[in-house]
């Protein structure tokens, strides 16, 4: 049966600190169990003690997904990106976590809410090499950790564009895997079904974050950053927005997809009810996936 996850942004937002700043971790864990998920990714409110937090979620019957990491591949070499990552490679070996949510962060605009997304760094053909090339050394030395890549395009970076993920998988090396985030892609402008066509055998991680396309074309209009669309409310969970999830899921069966499927939708929780909109994706989610035969 698919392991179906859930992220903490539901409740407490690492981005904006505020959103969810007085709800406990405790709660978090204890309505993602209630919901019915199986695990969780990490958030700013988890210990990064393997031995602490261990306990924790076992209290609550979740295992950990994965968890993000902040790369800046255009500013170090490989040898410094692989001693930043220790810390973080051995919490999430200590779960067993079948890969890294991985995003290159040098330039990035999505914390700032004075900056539109339309403001992100772009790169130029020497930073693409670069980039690539460096990305494929830290691949392979993740995937030979257990623990490989699942390279998280996202809004207000410099890897966000259908054409720029394209790129990404042609110039690295096959240890790089690809997370595909639905909402993501679409707020970029992408298609989540194409991409899922083209490149399910690199897609090791599923992100799924619906989108609310009216929310949407009124943050284009402003040229809003990305925190304002999210205050906006432009992203919801999975079935409650304008995504065709059984089409984009259905492409990566031919693949034998095996990761996490993840509801990550960051909402104002004084807006979005955390425990509502965590029930209401999961209970999407897991018929789906079961109907599929994942």
């Known amino acids: 049966m698919a392991k179906i996850g859930i992220n903490p942004l539901t409740w407490t937002n690492d981005d904006m600190p505020e959103l969810g700043s007085a709800t406990p971790l405790e709660t978090c864990l204890t309505e993602a169990k209630q919901a019915g998920y199986d695990g969780m990714e990490l958030g700013n409110k988890f210990p990064r003690d393997p031995a602490v937090l261990k306990p924790i979620l076992?209290?609550?019957?979740l295992g950990l997904a994965s968890g993000w990491y902040s790369a800046r591949?255009?500013?170090?070499?490989?040898?410094?990106?692989?001693?930043?990552?220790q810390a973080h490679l051995k919490l999430?070996?200590?779960?067993?976590?079948?890969?890294?949510?991985?995003?290159e962060v040098t330039g990035c605009v999505h914390g700032d809410r004075n900056r539109p997304v339309t403001q992100r760094p772009?790169?130029?053909?020497?930073?693409?090499?670069?980039?690539?090339?460096?990305?494929?050394?830290i691949g392979k030395y993740l995937a030979g950790e257990g623990c490989p890549i699942a390279y998280h395009h996202h809004m207000g970076t410099v890897i966000e564009t259908e054409a720029e993920i394209d790129r990404l998988v042609a110039e690295t090396g096959k240890e790089v895997g690809l997370l595909l985030d639905t909402g993501?892609?679409?707020y970029a402008?992408?298609?989540?079904?194409?991409?899922?066509?083209?490149?399910a055998a690199r897609i090791n991680h599923v992100h799924c974050k619906d989108i609310r396309p009216k929310v949407l074309a009124q943050s284009k209009a402003?040229?809003?950053?990305?925190?304002?669309?999210?205050?906006?409310?432009v992203f919801t969970v999975p079935g409650d927005g304008s995504i065709d999830y059984p089409a984009v899921l259905k492409?990566?069966?031919?693949?034998?997809?095996?990761?996490?499927?993840?509801?990550?939708?960051?909402q104002d929780p004084a807006k979005a009810h955390p425990l509502t909109y965590a029930k209401k994706g999961h209970d999407y989610l897991r018929p789906l996936t079961k109907a599929l035969g994942f």
């Not at 076992?58 to 019957?61: D, L």
């Not at 591949?73 to 692989?82: D, N, W």
């Not at 999430?92 to 995003?103: D, E, I, R, S, T």
């Open 122 to 137: 772009t790169l130029s053909g020497d930073q693409w090499k670069t980039l690539t090339t460096r990305m494929t050394e």
């Open 251 to 266: 492409e990566l069966k031919p693949a034998n997809y095996s990761g996490w499927f993840v509801v990550e939708a960051e």
């Open 222 to 233: 402003n040229d809003s950053s990305f925190l304002d669309s999210v205050l906006a409310g």
């Open 189 to 199: 402008g992408g298609d989540p079904i194409a991409v899922a066509r083209r490149h």
């Open 92 to 103: 999430l070996k200590a779960f067993n976590a079948p890969a890294m949510v991985f995003a």
């Open 58 to 61: 076992a209290k609550h019957g």
């Open 184 to 186: 993501h892609l679409t």
């Open 73 to 85: 591949l255009l500013e170090r070499t490989p040898k410094e990106e692989i001693e930043a990552v």
